[in-house]
């Protein structure tokens, strides 16, 4: 069985921030991959379905970011599902906008719901990062995460929301480095 997590905040406010990428992408995945309906379920929303044939739980926290990692730590110990097991999607400002990068483990690297998860399930779980570029100046990352796209990130966002989507099988078959380059090929990145 796969967990697969989005990172982002609740509500509707919030529904188009940048912080939100994990929220969206998992939300996409669900959706083209037939998941069912999402219902309220170990702090946050969850929905079952199926990637290349494995049993796959999508669950989006709904514990604002900074406590993401009590929903991930609830449903894993449910499921009795490994670390090994669970793939979380979420935004990384080092990276440039439209990039991906697979990797197992290591620190956080700032990410507070990413530190979060670190402390209820240690740091051996797959982090599918999504660049959405640095506004510059560490003083304006907290406004820049916590505001929706702009309206000319659409050039990039649209695309690599359906090549996230499209390529999630892989993710389930633990070919991270397969997901990386199709998702590249598919975005022109």
Aim: one cysteine or more; charged letters at 25%; hydrophobic letters at 40%.
């Amino acid at each position: 069985m796969l967990l697969l997590v989005g990172l982002g905040n609740p509500g509707a406010q919030y529904a188009y921030n940048r912080h939100n990428i994990g929220y969206m992408a998992v939300d996409d995945v669900a959706h083209r991959h037939g998941f069912g309906s999402w219902r309220s379920r170990f702090q946050g929303q969850m929905a079952e379905g199926s990637l290349s044939g494995r049993k796959t739980i999508a669950l989006k926290p709904a514990t604002f970011m900074n406590l993401s990692g009590q929903s991930v730590g609830e449903a894993m110990r449910f499921y009795k599902i490994d670390p090994d097991s669970v793939v979380v999607i979420h935004d990384e400002l080092d990276l440039a906008p439209g990039k991906v990068r697979v990797k197992k483990a290591g620190g956080a690297g700032g990410h507070n719901g990413i530190r979060s998860i670190d402390r209820h399930i240690g740091q051996d779980y797959w982090r599918v990062r999504l660049g959405i570029g640095h506004p510059g100046d560490k003083a304006l990352v907290h406004n820049y995460v916590l505001h929706d796209f702009s309206r000319s990130d659409e050039d990039w966002l649209d695309p690599l929301m359906e090549a996230v989507a499209d390529c999630a099988p892989l993710l389930a078959e633990n070919e991270p480095e397969k997901f990386m380059t199709r998702i590249a090929l598919l975005t022109k990145g």
